[in-house]
Each structure stands twice: as C-alpha cells, then as structure tokens.
C-alpha cells in the first residue's frame, strides 16, 4: 500500500475521534482484507485512531503499528520500543495572485517518532519534527496513554498531542482548508470511550491564547462519532466542538499579531466541525465542514471591518486502481473558505492530483490546484492562482 493512499477502509476513519494509541489506519486496511465481518465491525469501533492528527502523524502511527504487529512486543523492554520516521521532499511551481512565478525544493517534512508499549495499560509516544522554511526541530507529540480496549471502553490521555477537532484527511498532497483554520496541538488532558460503532471524548488545556490576561486551564473540546466497516463498504459520521477557535495553531498566531498594541482579547470564540464518508469498493468520498460559532472580536479578526466569523469545507473523491502491479490513486477536490482573508486562504480552490506507490513505503505524487482570491471589494486581489506540486514521500 502506498504511503499516500487513503482507500475505501481508510476513508471510514473520518468519523471517529479517539486517540492514536488504537489501530491505525492503513494497519486496519489490511484486517478489513483479511479478516470476517465480525472482526471489521470491532476494527470500526476504533476507525479515527488518529482525528485532529496531521497525515504526517498518521503515516509515522501506521509504520510505527504495523512494526508492533511484525515484532509482536514481546520479551524484554528493549523490544516493547519502536522507532519509525517519514521523509518528505516537494518541489513547487506557483503563478502567484500577484507579481512573478516562484519555485522551490524543500524538505517538507522530517518526522521521527517513538513508540513503547509500556504495559498492557500504558502507552508511551512521542516524536520529532523539521519542516524546511516552516518549524524548526521540535517535539512535535509527545504523550501517554492508559488504555485497554479488551477490558474497559475508556481511555485517558496526557500530555501534548493534536486535539481531537477535525479530521483534516485528504488523498491529495496539500492539507485541506479545515485543517489551515482548526489543527490545534496543545498540551492537554483527554478521556474518552469506545462502545460498539460509538467514540467519543472530551479534552481540556489551557490555551496559549489568553483571555483577559488569565493563565488558567479554560479551554475545552467535545467530539463524537459512529463508523460501519463491513468487507466491500464503510461509512462514517463525526461532530465536534472547541471552545476557542482562537487556540488552533493558525489563528493564535494571527490572532496575536493582530493584538499587537491591544492587549489581550476579552470573549472566548467557540468552533464547531462535522464530517461524512462512504466507501465502496474502490470509491471513496471525503466531506468536512468546519466554522466558528460567532463572530471574532474586530481586533483579534476582521473582515471587511467587522468580526470575522471564518468557515471552510472540503469535497473530495478518490479512487484506488491498479498499473503495472502498482498502487495509484487518483483524486479531485473542491475546497472554500468565507470571512478568512485575514488567514490568508482562498475563497475557493479546485485540486486534483495522483499517487503512485512506486516501491514499498515510498510514493511519487503529483498535484495541480487552482485558487481563487476575495474580491477587491473585500480586501482581496479577485485574481486567480495555479501551483504544481511534487513530492517524493519514504517511511521508514
């Protein structure tokens, strides 16, 4: 299977929101392939493993599980510890809104992560990241989970990880636009259960954006979800809310620049988010919608001289074929925005693009995209863009 393929039991994961110590998502691929209708129906008790995670987070959690299923975690605490990495290299072409061309080679990503499976209880994770021109080396997760499935349905997880708001999947290279508005990483506390087709848990953290000065765990989440696998289909249903929109990763930064000189804001922002797949064969659907649930303070974020109240959706459909004995899979997306000029996203983008599994765990992908900014009226350029974007992705 290729690093980039999301296919028609990978897509079913959009629903569920529980955390990333549970099956991953390509490992479930293969049980869906492998095992009866009874063991894929428990498989999609645990289908969002890894909600609200980056797709580089869930490529290194799907190496770093089907290392666990190869060596079986046995024997002394040496062999209960995985390591796992991913190498991203994207070269890009851009017509810009405005002014000349651009194109560059980067290293997108470098991701190296660790797993130790503690006890039957305990799980420990934690992993590093470099993106080129974009985040300095840093620990990027780094968490515990007490969790046994076989037992109890509740788990509880600590420490700093991707909040469970959104599910941000997508067959195509660049990440779409709900993950720009609502990724959110923060060191937080989660707990949460797992019963029959149903997920579900609540968060709370304090957030890195502060509300009239206060330094206090004050923000919180919610997410539920329901997700079927059966052997030739799979759906799924996922709804979620965060009590400050602003503490996602894009916004505080924004947010804080804007406040420059203004002090800290007054009113939290809340943000809501629900998200729908289907799977057949090897079809696949992809939809997500994602909103705040009132307008921003004027001085935090605006549009068009008031509050900005941003939402984004992504539309998207994938199907997984076979050339030459590989792995390709081809995809088409239609993505929007509203009152987000200030985050500097498009009102409205078209994708498409192909994956090839070229070798094991290594895949060749090419993506075209075509922006459209806001109107002049509303403070944007009404002019259009176009980006071509390769990347060469290894797990390893």
Request: aromatic share 10%; net charge negative; no cysteine.
């Amino acid at each position: 299977m290729s690093v980039r393929t999301v296919s028609a039991a990978i897509t079913l994961a959009l629903a569920g929101q529980i955390p990333a110590h549970a099956d991953t998502l390509e490992q479930r691929v293969m049980r869906l392939e492998q095992e009866n209708q009874t063991q894929a129906r428990l498989i999609a008790e645990q289908q969002a493993a890894l909600a609200g995670q980056p797709e580089r987070i869930k490529r290194l959690e799907t190496t770093l599980e089907d290392k666990r299923m190869a060596q079986n975690w046995g024997g002394g605490w040496f062999q209960n510890i995985e390591i796992a990495g991913l190498i991203e290299v994207e070269a890009n072409h851009t017509s810009p809104y405005t002014g000349s061309d651009e194109s560059d080679i980067v290293l997108a990503t470098f991701e190296l992560g660790i797993a130790a499976q503690v006890n039957d209880w305990v799980e420990a994770n934690a992993s590093l990241l470099y993106e080129e021109d974009d985040t300095d080396l840093e620990v990027d997760n780094a968490y515990v989970t007490i969790a046994n499935l076989d037992h109890s349905p509740l788990f509880l997880s600590a420490g700093q990880f991707y909040v469970p708001f959104g599910n941000y999947e997508s067959n195509l290279i660049s990440s779409p636009l709900t993950k720009e508005i609502g990724e959110t990483r923060e060191t937080s506390a989660q707990f949460g259960f797992v019963h029959g087709d149903f997920n579900g848990s609540v968060y709370t953290f304090n957030g890195d954006r502060k509300i009239d000065g206060e330094n206090e765990i004050g923000s919180w989440g919610a997410n539920l979800g329901f997700a079927q696998a059966f052997d030739d289909r799979a759906w799924s249903l996922g709804v979620g809310y965060i009590s400050d929109l602003g503490d996602s990763d894009t916004l505080q930064d924004v947010i804080a620049d804007n406040r420059a000189g203004l002090g800290d804001a007054t009113e939290r922002t809340g943000g809501w988010t629900a998200s729908a797949a289907a799977a057949f064969g090897p079809f696949n659907l992809i939809g997500e919608y994602l909103a705040a649930t009132e307008e921003f303070e004027v001085g935090s974020l605006s549009f068009e001289g008031q509050g900005a109240k941003p939402t984004a959706w992504n539309i998207e459909a994938g199907y997984t074929f076979e050339v030459m004995g590989k792995e390709v899979v081809a995809a088409a997306a239609y993505q929007g925005s509203t009152e987000a000029l200030a985050l500097e996203l498009p009102e409205e983008r078209w994708l498409v693009g192909v994956s090839v599994g070229i070798f094991d765990n290594t895949a060749l992908s090419l993506e075209w995209s075509y922006d459209t900014d806001y109107d002049r009226a509303e403070g944007g350029t009404g002019e259009s863009a176009n980006t071509i974007l390769a990347q060469l992705a290894v797990e390893f």
